[in-house]
């Protein structure tokens, strides 16, 4: 036995107002179900991408500065290279103290002072921690003015040599002018020797 059901819808017995919200309710749930599936995540989206560009911006921005400056830090890293070694060049290591001693005397030689002795004392280290200090003694002979020429000589070296101590003693005529003994005590820098080398 079969059932047959027959239904009618009249849709000019819904009320009006019935009417307009069945005629809007697919349109309202399109737009709902876009918002929320559409356009919030894009939105999210959208907001994450610009966020990115924004730091993306400021880091582009940072390496432009950066990029700018390069070329005076290369001139000035020329520069502190150039300056690091004069001051190598004034400051050597431990083994330029035999070219100093040459040094010196060729200086006396010229000035014509003669060098009685020359004592290396034992090194110390600077309270810098940067150096270590190498004193000697000197005994010179010749006169005061020799003295002088020999002392200017010193300060066109290139290598940082002080002078302290100075004793003159025992003038002793020869020809024209006194003769002196000359007692003093040098010190001059090495640089200190980096760890592993």
Do not use: C
Not at 61 to 81: F, M, P
Not at 102 to 124: F, N
Request: charged content about 30%; cysteine-free; overall charge positive.
């Amino acid at each position: 036995m079969a059932l047959k059901l027959d239904i009618k819808f009249d849709l000019k017995k819904v009320p009006k107002g019935a009417r307009i919200a069945i005629a809007v309710a697919p349109a309202v749930i399109i737009a709902i179900l876009f918002v929320v599936l559409v356009y919030m995540p894009k939105t999210k989206e959208i907001k994450k991408v610009n966020a990115d560009m924004s730091a993306q911006e400021n880091e582009i921005a940072k390496n432009k500065t950066k990029a700018a400056k390069l070329d005076i830090l290369k001139i000035e890293n020329d520069k502190l290279i150039k300056e690091l070694k004069e001051l190598q060049e004034k400051l050597p290591e431990e083994e330029g103290v035999s070219t100093l001693i040459q040094q010196l005397s060729e200086m006396a030689v010229k000035a014509d002072i003669d060098i009685l002795t020359w004592k290396p004392e034992a090194k110390k280290a600077h309270p810098s921690g940067i150096v270590e200090e190498i004193p000697f003694s000197l005994t010179l002979a010749g006169t005061y003015h020799n003295l002088g020429y020999f002392f200017s000589s010193l300060t066109r070296l290139n290598r940082i040599v002080n002078i302290s101590d100075i004793q003159l003693r025992d003038p002793k005529a020869q020809k024209e002018e006194a003769s002196l003994n000359i007692s003093l005590k040098a010190i001059t820098f090495s640089a200190v020797k980096e760890k592993g080398k």
